[in-house]
């Protein structure tokens, strides 16, 4: 099932490189979310949170890189919104491992609300930003 679908319109910054990095997000996020609902195992649901960790801190690191070449203006606001990101992620897998709360809603929420509007909010201003300098 998908939790999250990709909407083309709604959700391309307008960088083939970076939709397609954001499409492999929503995928891992719809992963948590089919474990969540198939009552996936403990190690199942870590090993899929794990990899959400992995993609997402080269992806950032693929952004990040890219603007910073590009002399982006606002790439700090840009890292501070990452690095809350990764944080909140590293707080889900800790409470993962410590406690034996199971996935609730409200991370799963979390994960797609701050996705989401990081990538209408935050993101498509760099697509713009790359597309007068003819990155697409
Ligand atoms: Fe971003």
Redesign the pocket.
């Known amino acids: 099932m998908e939790y999250i679908k990709w909407l083309e319109d709604k959700y391309t910054v307008n960088v083939q490189k970076?939709d397609n990095q954001h499409k492999k997000l929503i995928e891992i996020i719809n992963q948590v979310f089919n474990a969540k609902m198939n009552n996936a195992g403990k190690g199942t649901i870590l090993n899929i949170l794990n990899q959400l960790n992995d993609y997402t801190k080269s992806?950032?690191t693929n952004?990040?890189l890219l603007l910073k070449e590009n002399d982006y203006p606002a790439l700090q606001t840009?890292r501070n919104?990452?690095a809350l990101f990764i944080s909140k992620i590293n707080g889900f897998i800790q409470d993962f491992h410590t406690n034996e709360i199971s996935l609730n809603d409200e991370m799963l929420d979390f994960l797609k609300s701050w996705l989401i509007n990081?990538?209408m909010q935050?993101?498509k201003k760099?697509g713009v930003y790359l597309n007068e300098r003819s990155i697409r």
Do not use: R
């Open positions: 970076f992806h950032f952004e990040e840009h919104e990452h990081h990538i935050t993101d760099y």
